[in-house]
């Protein structure tokens, strides 16, 4: 992890980011400190998701929580009910799911797209063109059409 800091759940509303992962059919759910973070693909302090379940601690990357969540979103319910820990299947896939934390951070007081832009070029997300903000703006249109046909948000 770089050693900048990025906004994490502990500096946001616990109760904004529930409401609005609910509004996609996801329950968020709070570890406490020093426990495990169940369904962790990277290990913590990275969110965690089991089915319809997000796993996060104070000191998870908001990032990570709408990463994880999005992976979920993207999913028909009937492969979302099978994810423990690992939901990538495809490429199209992840894009899409990078895309859609950006657009689901537009809709969480206290983080906005810009900021979570930020924080995951400081934590480490790589694109071709040099940065989120680049890749967003201008490489990701296979993304956008992807959310697009499945009827998931772009704005």
């Known amino acids: 992890m770089p050693a900048s800091h990025v906004t994490c759940v ?6 904004d980011a529930a409401c609005l992962l609910s509004a996609h059919g996801l329950q968020l759910h ?6 495990s973070i169940p369904g962790s693909y990277w290990g913590e302090p990275e969110a965690g998701i089991i089915a ?21 979103i993207v999913l028909p319910p009937e ?4 994810v423990h820990t690992d939901a990538t299947d495809s490429v199209p896939e992840e894009d899409a799911t990078c895309y859609l934390q950006i657009v689901l951070a537009g809709q969480l ?4 797209s810009d900021r979570l832009m ?28 992807w959310l697009i046909e499945r009827g ?3 704005a």
């Open 30 to 35: 709070h570890v406490a400190a020093g426990e």
């Open 152 to 154: 998931l948000p772009v």
């Open 10 to 15: 502990g500096d946001i509303a616990f109760a």
């Open 118 to 145: 930020a924080d995951m070029d400081a934590w480490g997300y790589t694109y071709r063109l040099g940065s989120t903000r680049a890749w967003f703006e201008q490489d990701a249109e296979d993304a956008k059409a």
């Open 52 to 72: 319809s379940n997000v796993y996060v601690r104070d000191d998870t990357p908001v990032h990570s929580m709408l990463h994880e969540a999005c992976h979920l």
């Open 109 to 112: 007081p206290g983080v906005g």
């Open 79 to 82: 492969r979302r009910a099978q």
